[in-house]
């Protein structure tokens, strides 16, 4: 007898914890389980600044999935366009090829790309920190800045090149400005040349405060190392311009810089538009229990879905876009995917959010674990504890603990790989927008036969 095929879309916090829930919770027998993504790991963004950094490797935060999962078929490739109405798939492979896939169940986890908005000049020069290739982008751009600003005999052009800016901040702008900073301003030793004065990191946001999620006391403690550290940080200021060589600020202030990272929030995955389902603020509308209205064989969470978040009095509430969130939102929709296979109730997701840490590097950090308001060693404790745990395998925690002490005790090398450099680089090129179907499109695909 055939057995239900359960099709999961994205391997990333979500996608991988409802796969792994499948395996455990559902005999082989029961259901056939797909899992398509274009990469073969599990990427731990919360990690992602200090690999730009060169404090971690990319194989410490990206956890190979064939360790992680021993019976699930893993499809390399991404899913570009959803016939809900044929209950089918089309699959463009790593190599191109375009496949088709049948499912019963559908359980959407594609994830955010980084939002942007229609500034001039931002796609094609600002730099993203969301896949393993940007983080080893921005780290070979940001050295590659400091060999040429060394190697400069014009005075303008070197401070220009010595001059950073990060737009976002929330956890990952910051990490990313504190992780960078500390890499730069470990350069003096290795750059005799350069006039460490020179070197200046921006961090920008448009809000009022950093991180408004720590709470005010925590994130003006943020806000005090990072400025001790040299970091300027403005506050109520966005980019209104940018250039190859120059970003100017809202406030009027134009800066002669080669790199400008941004981090300014995310939006879900494109493939969410595609369906032509309802959305809030983006993410696909789904009940409480992960089913998406009007379609119920299809379950969606994690960064793309908005799931509505229970713990909260406001009715409208939905859960943040958080790994924390999305890790539970996939273990609830394994459970969920085996009840409606079994014909039983599904439930509802309910998690309660158990806090916020952000390592600044070195033994500087903040969290509010539980509601507990820690600074320095206690917070930067909880903080890799915290990532140590949620890293999914013992390979992946060995190798993130061997870097630490590699780096706690060797320092900062500045090596650039080389890989990417003949690459244009943009936000798009990195994140794949520009690759999906409408239903209709699938449609007219299959039925000429182009996907096979
Ligand atoms: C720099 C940074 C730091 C962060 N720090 C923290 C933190 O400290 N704490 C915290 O809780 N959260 C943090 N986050 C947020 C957290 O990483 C996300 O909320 C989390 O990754 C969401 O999980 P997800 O499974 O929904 O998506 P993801 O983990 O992004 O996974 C989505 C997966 O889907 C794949 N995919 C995309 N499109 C398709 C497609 N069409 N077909 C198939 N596969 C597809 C992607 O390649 C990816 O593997 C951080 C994010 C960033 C960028």
């Excluded at 395996?23 to 027998?29: D, I």
């Excluded at 089918?88 to 594609?110: M, W």
């Amino acid at each position: 007898m055939e057995r239900p095929r359960v099709l999961i879309v994205g391997g990333g916090f979500a996608g991988v914890e409802c796969a792994r829930g499948l395996e455990r919770g559902l005999p082989a027998r029961e259901a056939e389980i797909t899992l398509v993504t274009p990469h073969n790991y599990s990427l731990y963004l919360p990690l992602l600044p200090q690999v730009a950094a060169g404090v971690l490797t990319p194989q410490s935060i990206a956890p190979s999935l064939r360790r992680m999962l021993h019976r699930t078929r893993i499809v390399p490739g991404g899913v570009v366009g959803i016939d809900t109405a044929d209950k089918v798939c089309l699959v463009r492979l790593i190599d191109n090829e375009v496949v088709s896939i049948r499912y019963d169940r559908l359980v959407l986890t594609p994830g955010s790309v980084t939002r942007t908005f229609d500034i001039p000049g931002l796609t094609e020069h600002a730099r993203g920190m969301k896949t393993l290739a940007e983080a080893a982008y921005v780290r070979d751009h940001v050295i590659s800045q400091l060999d040429i600003a060394a190697a400069c005999s014009n005075e303008e052009e070197r401070a220009a090149r010595l001059q950073f800016v990060v737009v976002g901040g929330g956890y990952a702008g910051t990490e990313t400005v504190a992780y960078l900073q500390r890499l730069t301003g470990a350069a003096a030793r290795r750059y005799p040349r350069l006039d460490p004065s020179l070197i200046k990191w921006h961090l920008i946001d448009i809000a009022p405060k950093l991180m408004p999620e720590l709470g005010d006391r925590l994130g003006a403690k943020a806000m005090e190392l990072l400025k001790k550290r040299g970091t300027e940080i403005s506050l109520g200021v966005s980019v209104s311009e940018v250039t190859e060589d120059t970003v100017r600020f809202t406030d009027g202030r134009l800066l002669p810089c080669r790199t400008l990272i941004w981090t300014a929030g995310v939006t879900a995955s494109p493939l969410i538009g595609t369906l032509g389902a309802e959305t809030v603020r983006g993410r696909l509308a789904v009940s409480p229990d992960l089913t998406v209205p009007g379609f119920p064989e299809v379950l969606a969470c994690g960064d793309a879905a908005a799931v509505p978040d229970l713990s909260k009095e406001d009715g409208d509430a939905i859960c943040a876009p958080t790994a924390q969130h999305a890790q539970r939102q996939g273990k609830q929709a394994a459970r969920n995917v085996i009840a409606a296979l079994r014909g039983q109730q599904l439930t509802p997701y309910e998690h309660k959010d158990l806090g916020l840490v952000v390592d600044l590097g070195g033994i500087d950090a903040v969290s509010k674990p539980l509601g507990y308001e820690l600074a320095g060693l206690p917070a930067q404790a909880v903080a890799r504890s915290y990532h140590l745990m949620a890293l999914h395998t013992g390979v992946a925690r060995f190798r993130t603990v061997a870097n630490w002490l590699i780096n706690a005790t060797a320092g900062d090398d500045f090596v650039r790989t080389g890989f990417l450099s003949r690459q244009p680089a943009t936000l798009r090129d990195f994140e794949r927008t520009d690759v999906y179907l409408s239903p209709e499109d699938v449609r007219k695909q299959m039925a000429e036969g182009k996907a096979g």
